[in-house]
């Protein structure tokens, strides 16, 4: 039986990182511990000792490809009913090696200046993705820049596909298509929430921004 070709995407930690990173935390722990004897107890009182151990505990995690792969398996799983966003696959991972299918796509920055119709349905999904992971899932993907996101398109036609049905995003009758929403590292995941309208939606609140005028305070 003839093997399918798979393109993945290898990331790779840099040999050096956890040098780097053990260094930086030793210069906090210092910085608090020299806090703590010019402010006579401030360090204490603030809990900047406890501070500074979880984020350490956070770093430690980002420096295991292995937690980033459970990480995207429990992501897939959140969202393996949603036809209009996924995460990639996972295929292997060390501690220093993270293995995933590779996703070709367009950055959503790149749809800035589309059409409205199109800016308003990668809202709704983006919309969605968040509001479904903070408030169903309770396990966040925290690194939703626009460079962590892509935007995927299929013409519409009668041709099957292995590729997943996706919404229409596009109102136009001309070249109606679809598209799909991808994240692509989902290292940060369960620490915060991304907004991503808010980078959508930036140039009309810029442009609405121009055209009122402050009211002066007395």
Aim: aromatic fraction near 6%; charge should be negative.
């Amino acid at each position: 039986e003839e093997e399918e070709e798979v393109s993945v995407a290898v990331k790779v930690l840099h040999p050096r990182v956890a040098s780097v990173v053990a260094a930086d935390m030793d210069l906090l722990r210092a910085g608090v511990w020299c806090l703590g004897k010019l402010s006579r107890g401030a360090a204490d009182y603030l809990s900047l000792g406890e501070l500074v151990h979880e984020f350490d505990k956070v770093l430690q995690e980002q420096l295991d490809m292995r937690v980033e792969h459970s990480n995207l398996e429990r992501l897939r799983a959140h969202f393996s009913q949603e036809p209009c966003i996924t995460f990639p696959e996972p295929l292997g991972a060390t501690q220093g090696v993270l293995i995933e299918g590779f996703i070709e796509g367009t950055p959503i920055r790149d749809f800035l200046k589309s059409d409205e119709p199109t800016r308003r349905e990668l809202c709704r999904l983006g919309m969605h993705a968040v509001f479904t992971m903070v408030f169903l899932n309770n396990f966040v993907h925290a690194d939703l820049h626009p460079g962590n996101l892509l935007v995927t398109r299929r013409e519409a036609s009668g041709h099957s596909t292995k590729e997943p049905r996706r919404e229409n995003a596009d109102a136009s009758g001309e070249g109606q298509g679809e598209r799909k929403l991808f994240s692509t590292s989902p290292s940060g995941a369960g620490g915060g929430v991304g907004f991503l309208a808010g980078h959508l939606r930036g140039q009309d609140a810029r442009a609405l921004e121009e055209e009122e005028e402050e009211p002066e305070l007395r």
